[in-house]
């Protein structure tokens, strides 16, 4: 039986060099858009991956880029603390209060007092629109988020519904969120019309819910201003709506007061402009 030949170490020599020399290094990180495609419909991605080098100088870009942005942000007298809370013109505002910077100019105090009335009676519309856009692209339920962040659910459900009520088009900019509020179960044209109301007439909250309760009728204007008839025509119009014989006692007693004031409107605008009757 002839001797199998056995082979020389020094004989794997070339192969192993030629077997080096064919291995591939090693293919850079998949992104996961591609990687994804490759798991839903099979489409193969080309052989150009993504390096973790470039994917790291992307992310050190970015960073870089954020840096900027907050930089430019405190050059413009605002920026974001690392501890969450908001810095505007050195004033740092936190959940607990504002803390004041050492040394600051009294317009930069001045325009901090702005955004602060101007938070006051906007925070409420800015947290509507926020959860009416989580719930858009189905971030999260308002109850979830509530409870996530430690709040009442029923208050943010009011928040978000009143933004439902109001869209961004009708919301009047002289008026707070509490004027919307009280009048958020009315039709859209007596809201309009109540709104336009407590604008024209500088209305506070409770006074205005004063007058939608019957309890503070118009008052009468000089005849000077357009204001007075484009009022007192808006509450004739609402009590034309209204059939008198099922109107009730405090209705009837609105009209009427609406009324004279219209006439004495009017009588006023006649002696003015030396027009007869």
Not at 94 to 118: C, D, K, M, N
Request: glycine fraction near 6%; charge should be negative; charged fraction near 25%.
């Amino acid at each position: 039986m002839p001797k199998k030949a056995i082979a020389r170490a020094d004989s794997f020599a070339e192969d192993d060099e030629d077997e080096v020399e064919t291995v591939r290094p090693p293919r850079p990180a998949m992104p996961m858009n591609e990687a994804d495609r490759v798991m839903t419909d099979g489409t193969l991605p080309s052989e150009r991956y993504i390096s973790p080098k470039i994917l790291l100088e992307q992310e050190k870009a970015r960073a870089h880029a954020l840096e900027e942005a907050l930089v430019q942000a405190r050059a413009a007298g605002q920026a974001l603390a690392a501890d969450g809370s908001i810095i505007v013109h050195d004033f740092q505002l936190t959940p607990s209060g504002l803390i004041a910077p050492e040394q600051v100019s009294y317009e930069a105090w001045e325009q901090v007092g702005h955004l602060l009335f101007r938070l006051e009676g906007s925070i409420q519309w800015l947290i509507g629109d926020w959860l009416l856009y989580g719930e858009q692209v189905q971030w999260g339920e308002t109850s979830d988020i509530a409870k996530s962040l430690g709040r009442e659910a029923q208050t943010l459900y009011h928040y978000k519904s009143i933004c439902q009520v109001f869209e961004f088009c009708r919301r009047r900019q002289n008026l707070s969120f509490g004027h919307h509020d009280a009048v958020r179960a009315l039709p859209t044209s007596e809201q309009d019309h109540a709104l336009d109301h407590a604008e024209a007439h500088h209305l506070s909250v409770a006074a205005f819910r004063k007058w939608l309760r019957g309890e503070q009728p118009s008052p009468a204007l000089p005849a000077s201003s357009a204001l007075t008839f484009r009022s007192l025509s808006g509450d004739l119009d609402k009590f034309m709506q209204i059939d008198p014989a099922k109107a009730k006692p405090q209705e009837r007693e609105q009209a009427e007061t609406a009324y004279h004031h219209m006439a004495q409107s009017l009588q006023e605008y006649r002696q003015k402009w030396g027009i007869e009757e």
